[in-house]
């Protein structure tokens, strides 16, 4: 079966139907390393949970370790090929297999999201430490006029004692 029916069917069908954690998963552009990296918003696009030195969304639906629980129920429903062109196929097959791959993805995306968002609350630390040093070296501007005060305004205040 050509994959574009299948596609356009499959569309059809989707609409309104996939979540937003499904949609990252099957259209590669979510929380994979590799996307992350090419956008720029991380600099390498290796996976977070396993040493494979290329997160997608495919490995991340095939053979991610980190993943295997989840997998093994969605193997299940849908059987063993998880290439992306089979897993849209079999999402068409029936109701069972159509949640199967939903339940897969929000199991797993989310997982990925909050190890992101953990990476990025430690990569924040670095910026939390500037503005500390920001806020020291406004404290220093604020003693400098203090220290440079018994010059200027000698006579004035020494005249109030
Ligand atoms: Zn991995």
Redesign the pocket.
């Known amino acids: 079966m050509a994959i574009r029916p299948v596609l356009k069917e499959w569309a059809r069908r989707a609409h309104g139907r996939l979540t937003y954690r499904a949609t990252q998963l099957l259209s590669g552009h979510g929380c994979f390393g590799a996307f992350l990296c090419q956008i720029g918003r991380e600099e390498s696009a290796s996976?977070?949970?396993?040493?494979?030195d290329e997160?997608t969304a495919q490995?991340?639906l095939e053979?991610?370790?980190?993943?295997a629980r989840e997998r093994s129920v969605l193997v299940a429903a849908v059987g063993q090929d998880l290439s992306l062109r089979a897993v849209v196929a079999r999402m068409l097959e029936s109701e069972e297999k159509w949640q199967a791959v939903l339940t897969f993805c929000e199991a797993v995306v989310s997982q990925k999201e909050a190890a992101e968002r953990e990476r990025e609350a430690s990569a924040d630390a670095p910026t939390i430490r500037r503005r500390l040093t920001g806020r020291r070296r406004r404290q220093f501007n604020l003693l400098m006029p203090l220290l440079d005060g018994p010059r200027t305004t000698d006579s004035g205040e020494s005249a109030g004692r």
Do not use: G, I, R, V
């Open positions: 996976c977070h949970h396993c040493p494979c997160d490995h991340t053979t991610c370790p980190a993943w």
